[in-house]
């Protein structure tokens, strides 16, 4: 069965930098569109960004533009979102999601990802 594992979160201060993983298995990796969101207490789920199958065109929500970069790898079934320069406004709980055999947008929104990871909470400070 599809499975997304995330993991790397914790608690930084302000200008420090995670590196959050999303550990896929269970469907052809290299054809799904990859999507990180999040989610602060209170708030609606927001698309952090994601990256394409095939072209691995990256795309981000305005907000984390230059601070934030997505990466794959093909061979370890792994997504990456490496967060720098984080702000207390970027504390929620991260989610990878994965849409395989999906045509990828930049504006795809949580409902169009098949898959989801149980989440990973980064809190900054």
């Known amino acids: 069965h599809v499975q997304l594992v995330e993991s790397g979160g914790g608690s930084v201060q302000a200008g420090g930098s995670l590196r959050l993983s999303c550990a896929a298995s269970?469907?052809?990796?290299?054809?799904?569109?990859m999507g990180w969101f999040r989610q602060a207490p209170g708030k609606e789920r927001e698309r952090v960004g994601g990256?394409?199958?095939?072209?691995?065109?990256?795309y981000y929500v305005d907000s984390v533009k230059g601070r934030f970069t997505i990466s794959k790898d093909n061979v370890k079934y792994t997504t990456y979102l490496q967060m720098d320069n984080l702000q207390p406004e970027d504390s929620a709980k991260y989610y990878c999601?994965?849409?395989?055999?999906?045509?990828?947008?930049?504006?795809?929104?949580?409902?169009?990802?098949?898959?989801w990871g149980q989440g990973t909470q980064v809190t900054v400070s």
């Open positions: 999601a994965a849409a395989p055999g999906a045509k990828c947008s930049d504006d795809a929104a949580p409902v169009e990802f098949d898959y």
């Open positions: 269970g469907y052809t990796y290299s054809s799904a569109c």
């Open positions: 990256i394409y199958a095939g072209s691995e065109r990256t």
